[in-house]
């Protein structure tokens, strides 16, 4: 009887002990669900729903969220940490697989002073990508993080190029950039090469090797929801709890991971669907608008951050993108796929419900949303696939024709503009009255559109719109009957409407990715941010390029800050 007093004694001692030492303090708690994929050094809860382990496991560094900032940060923490030993990075993803919302992106990556730039000739300056997107921001950026991001954007790429291989070659010109600056990848074969894709599945792979070494340096967790951070010592964080549910049993089972810093990287809350907790608070006037981003952007790392004491700031920013394709046939679709903004960058141009232009199609992406809301909402100059007077159910109440022609179809890629048509989200008219009757206007209106438009191009002046650069001419050449060889010329057409795209607010963050405190803007030890979740840095409006690029250069920058921590933890 005494022996098993005092071993009875002994375990609760160590177990205080533990706790004691580790302070497991949940600061935040949400319910979630998901699926095992792999388990941390092969220890899982077996007490059934909400149960939390008997003992955490601890690794060094925890990034949450596995799309291109977390991707970045694991990667740049087990480079700047591969000379010390006993160091282990834990990487955590809610979804099946990795890659989040940075897989849909479909632009480009920004980038100054590239070798991409500087063998096409382009003449760019750091000053003027600065500009650019501090105008954009309208008076709203954090000048120290937006300074960082340009100067860091030469090495972004060139990370990608040459450490990885991605074949970064093709520049665009987006709207409110006063150069191309925006890298996507070429097709190859007549096949598209999505460029937001192609970067996170190869960086993906390369995290998916490192996982498989024998050194147990690295460990991918998907299906791995994150529901609490644990309080540290001094107000800091600690460890994260996350739950997982048994692929067998179905079971719900919850795991504590202690560490020394934790990387927030979940991404921002514009696929809220309908249960719009963020955005009801914060912009509900946006409530019930389409969205290209995936089901999976709840914005979960807003509650664990703010449950630490994390500040908020710009959480009322939300940016409608101008272009979501609306599918015929499926027009009342929330989730809407993207048309992606090269398309107007390589000279597609903008129509009301009539045939006729109302915007600088290069313009910002806030202004350009503003005009077709102004111009492109009433029965008869709002695009629609059907000509019925009756409305088809959740049809979008603004909508615009995107129009290329075939100069401006071969300059963008037939490789993803032919997917956008097996897609059924492009379409395509031969001649100008077969684009007439596709898009039901009237031929001569049409006509001089697309003339006014030439005309300007021609004559290097602004127009109406105030747009000053002009990729492509708008109107196809005519056809030589004489010519018996002669390769058809197309137009290819879409209708588009504004939808939810990239929440511009959340944590507040300062250059070095450390999570500021809202009671006195202290970094809270052992928290660092960066990507979607973090706000402060793109303002009023992001500039289409920079999400690929702010994930890169503070997704690094966070890896290499939570390595700094490791090796000091005052700093």
Known sequence: MIRLFFVAALGMALFSLVLDYFALQPIHSLRGSSKVVSNFFGHSSQHGVGSPDSMAARTSIVVVGGGLAGMSAAIEALRQT??????????????????GNSGKASSGINGVLTRTQRDKGIHDSVDAFIQDTLKSGSGRSNETLVGKLVRDSTQAVSWLQEDFGLDLDVLARLGGHSFPRTHRRPDINGKPQPVGWGIVSTLGKHLGELAGLDDARFKLITGARVTSLLRGTHGGVSGVVYETVDADTKIIQQHSMLSDVVVLATGGFGGEGNRPRYLKQYAPQLVGLPATNGAFATGDGLGLATAAGAELVDMDQVQVHPTGFVKSGDPGNPTKFLAAEALRGEGGILLNGLGRRFVNELDTRDHVTDAMNKFCSAPDT?????????????????????????????SFGHGALGFYEKMGLVNRAEGLEGLATALRVDEGVLRKTLEDHDSARDKGALDEFGKGVFPQRALNPPASSEDENRTRSYYYWAIVTPSIHYTMGGVRFDHKTRVLR??????????????????????????????????????????????AILADPSA
Request: hydrophobic fraction near 40%.
């Open 82 to 99: 591969s000379h010390v030993a006993g160091v282990t990075v834990a990487l955590l993803e809610k979804e099946a697989r990795t890659g």
């Open 382 to 410: 709002r695009a629609r696939h059907s000509d019925s007077a009756e409305e088809i159910r959740g049809e979008p109440s603004t909508a615009a024709f995107l129009v290329l022609s075939q100069a401006a179809a071969d």
């Open 518 to 563: 809202a009671s006195d803007a202290a970094p809270i030890p052992g928290l660092l941010a960066a990507g979607e979740v973090t706000g402060g840095l793109h303002g009023a409006n992001r500039l289409g390029g920079n999400s690929l690029l702010e994930c890169v250069v503070y997704g690094r920058e966070a890896g290499r800050q939570a390595a």
